[in-house]
């Protein structure tokens, strides 16, 4: 399935319309299924999905390695696409005990308190040595932006980028959602064995708290971002002992949790 197609349309410059087009990322609905039952729907764009998958399945919590994702399919249907992904025997076991504890009565009041306990649930504590001076983080800003190949043609989908000191950018992955370019980086570096924790993951979007939470299950240190965090984002930063580096704007940024890792560079907000 194509990742972009062309709009033709009308634009209105220099005071009058005229024909024009422009071209457009697709977006399209991805269930991710588990030995056979639908666990979630993402709108994201059609590229990469073997990486999402695995991402997704790890970053989620749902395995702990690899080893328990036993295959993976792609299938197109008519109005979407199903990635269907089969786990072993115990992960099948605890999803479906997972399933049968959270169905209840719609509006029953206490339905959501299992999945407000998972949104906020614990995560590990980040034990990556990797430091970076003030010359990387920009250098990753950079190269990330110069790499975002579908983002040049439609400029409209975010890039999650994994960073090392010694080869720059490694890896890259595009989506029109900013979890799905992290989980596809996350299942991509995964599945090449390289170590999240070797490097630094950059990212084009706001630092919301759900990637630093797919960062920690990632093994990752260090998160770099063109915008802001969100103050949640900073709180389970400094608690899973990443480094959170946001608002790079060339050789400037700021670093809001841990900045051991920083080896050079002014800092503001420091916790």
């Given at each position: 399935?194509?990742?972009?197609r ?5 634009a209105?410059r ?6 024009s087009?422009r071209v457009?990322?697709?977006e399209?609905p ?5 030995n ?11 590229s990469?999905l ?16 690899l ?6 399919a792609v299938?197109?249907?008519k109005?979407g696409?199903?990635v269907?992904?089969r ?10 005990q997972?399933?049968r ?5 719609v509006?029953?009041?206490?339905c ?8 906020m ?5 980040a034990?990556a040595q990797a430091?970076?001076s003030?010359r990387n983080i920009?250098?990753?800003a ?6 975002q190949k579908?983002?040049?043609?439609t400029h409209?989908?975010h ?9 720059g ?5 595009e ?6 370019a ?10 090449e064995?390289?170590d ?5 993951v ?9 990637l630093v ?9 260090m ?5 802001a ?6 709180e389970m930063?400094r608690?899973?002992n990443i480094?959170?580096?946001a608002?790079v704007?060339?050789?400037?940024f ?5 900045p051991?890792r ?10």
């Amino acid at each position: 399935m194509a990742t972009h197609r062309t709009f033709h349309g009308l634009a209105h410059r220099a005071g009058s319309l005229s024909a024009s087009s422009r071209v457009l990322a697709e977006e399209v609905p991805v269930a991710i299924s588990f030995n056979g039952t639908s666990h979630a729907v993402l709108m994201a764009t059609p590229s990469d999905l073997g990486d999402l998958a695995r991402g997704f399945t790890l970053s989620e919590g749902i395995v702990s390695s690899l080893d328990e994702i036993e295959d993976i399919a792609v299938v197109e249907e008519k109005r979407g696409i199903d990635v269907q992904v089969r786990v072993v025997a115990d992960v099948a076991e605890k999803l479906e005990q997972r399933r049968r504890s959270i169905a209840g009565p719609v509006g029953c009041g206490l339905c959501g308190i299992e999945s407000i306990e998972a949104a906020m649930r614990d995560i590990p504590m980040a034990s990556a040595q990797a430091r970076f001076s003030s010359r990387n983080i920009a250098e990753a800003a950079e190269a990330l932006a110069e790499a975002q190949k579908l983002n040049h043609r439609t400029h409209s989908v975010h890039g999650a980028g994994f960073y090392t000191s010694e080869s720059g950018i490694v890896a890259i992955r595009e989506d029109v959602g900013r979890h799905n370019a992290l989980d596809k980086l996350v299942g991509a570096v995964t599945a090449e064995g390289k170590d999240l924790s070797d490097g630094a993951v950059v990212v084009t979007s706001r630092l919301s708290v759900e990637l630093v939470q797919k960062c920690a299950r990632g093994g990752s240190g260090m998160l770099i971002a063109i915008s802001a965090p969100t103050a949640l984002a900073v709180e389970m930063a400094r608690r899973a002992n990443i480094t959170l580096v946001a608002v790079v704007r060339g050789g400037d940024f700021e670093v809001f949790t841990h900045p051991h890792r920083v080896t050079a560079g002014a800092f503001s907000h420091v916790a």
